[in-house]
């Protein structure tokens, strides 16, 4: 069966401190992946999604950056975080195209920025 | 463009109860999903029930069911028998053939569960 697994699962970082989030899926090839951002008491924003290796579109212009470096493999950076960046950040991963499989979460990695 | 509307913001419902979480959907595309997700306190999101636009039947999964009117552009959540554990935030999502691999989702709707 498929899992995805991501971490940190807490983070508690000062302004201007880089970051690195990172989300693997196993059980599946080729998945589709995803990460959201969610604050506090709001509905999910995608961020970035991914269809392959080092094919990355961004959905909200941010300091932030995701990389596909394996299949299976999603990170979330940035450089320098800002208060803004604050929230709970979700990734994700589905197989099929055009709404006809779920997107699957992980367990999400709660930011606060001080 | 794809717009999810989830107007309830918080519902309450009496423990054994049923609830219905609405859902509306505005799309011009023919084949598309509709998804609803639980997210508990916790965080996670919980992939709960799937309908398809061109499935005739509505979807059900346990104590769970899909109230799909396609004619509406609604897609309400159906819960029976509610249990304390349901208490969370439901959100409703869809992805169409236009939108590719991308979902989006509503706002959500708070859920209590009352004893």
């Known amino acids: 069966s498929q899992t995805i697994h991501q971490w940190p699962a807490t983070l508690v970082q000062p302004v201007g401190s880089p970051l690195s989030l990172e989300c693997t899926v196993e059980g599946t090839s080729n998945p589709n992946l995803y990460w959201y951002r969610q604050a506090a008491g709001r509905g999910l924003q995608l961020l970035f999604y991914s269809i392959g290796i080092d094919q990355i579109s961004s959905e909200v212009p941010q300091n932030l950056s995701a990389s596909r470096p394996q299949d299976r493999q999603f990170i979330l950076s940035s450089k320098k975080l800002l208060l803004s960046d604050s929230g709970f950040y979700l990734c994700?991963?589905?197989?099929?195209?055009?709404?006809?499989?779920?997107?699957?979460f992980g367990d999400g990695t709660r930011l606060s920025i001080l | 463009a794809q717009k999810i509307t989830q107007t309830q913001p918080g519902m309450f419902v009496q423990e054994k109860e049923a609830v219905t979480l609405d859902c509306t959907y505005d799309t011009s595309d023919q084949s598309y999903g509709l998804f609803w997700y639980k997210q508990p306190s916790s965080g996670e999101m919980i992939f709960l029930i799937y309908?398809?636009?061109?499935?005739?039947q509505n979807a059900t999964e346990g104590r769970y069911s899909l109230n799909f009117q396609k004619a509406r552009k609604s897609a309400n959540l159906v819960i029976s028998a509610s249990q304390l554990g349901d208490s969370a935030m439901y959100f409703c999502a869809m992805g169409s053939e236009n939108t590719g691999n991308q979902f989006y989702f509503g706002t959500g709707t708070s859920l209590t569960v009352i004893p």
């Open positions: 309908q398809g636009s061109y499935d005739e």
């Open positions: 994700a991963w589905s197989v099929g195209y055009g709404g006809n499989q779920p997107q699957h």
